[in-house]
């Protein structure tokens, strides 16, 4: 998905050729990979010829917040509160970040009334 976002559209030698200098895969990986990822629903491909050129079906804040919503639901029994309030506890958030997210609340509040 690093490869895609940024790029809006790969072919899978493209994504394969990004990520050798990270981490050198085989093209059938990589193929692999992609497949499952479009089984998913995080991506889409479509046909140019022979060719599948694949894009990112979701933003990445979207794909984020569903993993967050997964991680909640699973590892903190849905509780949105014991997920954040663990985050502080282990400074996972520091303090600027804190506060910018109590004013978003604030904001968020302010318009639901």
Same mark, same amino acid.
């Given at each position: 998905m690093d490869v895609l976002w940024p790029r809006g559209a790969a072919t899978a030698e493209q994504v394969r050729e990004a990520l050798a200098p990270r981490r050198p895969l085989k093209d059938a990986t990589v193929r692999t990979v992609l497949r499952r990822?479009? &089984?998913?629903?995080?991506?889409t491909h479509r046909t140019e010829g022979r060719t599948f050129i694949y894009e990112g079906a979701e933003r990445p804040h979207n794909v984020a917040a569903g993993a967050v919503r997964q991680i909640i639901d699973r590892l903190c029994g849905g509780s949105v509160e014991q997920l954040l309030v663990g985050m502080v506890e282990h400074e996972v958030i520091d303090r600027h970040e804190l506060e910018n997210l109590a004013r978003?609340?604030?904001?968020?509040? &302010?318009?639901?009334n």
């Open positions: 990822l479009e &089984e998913k629903g995080y991506v978003k609340i604030a904001r968020r509040k &302010e318009k639901g």
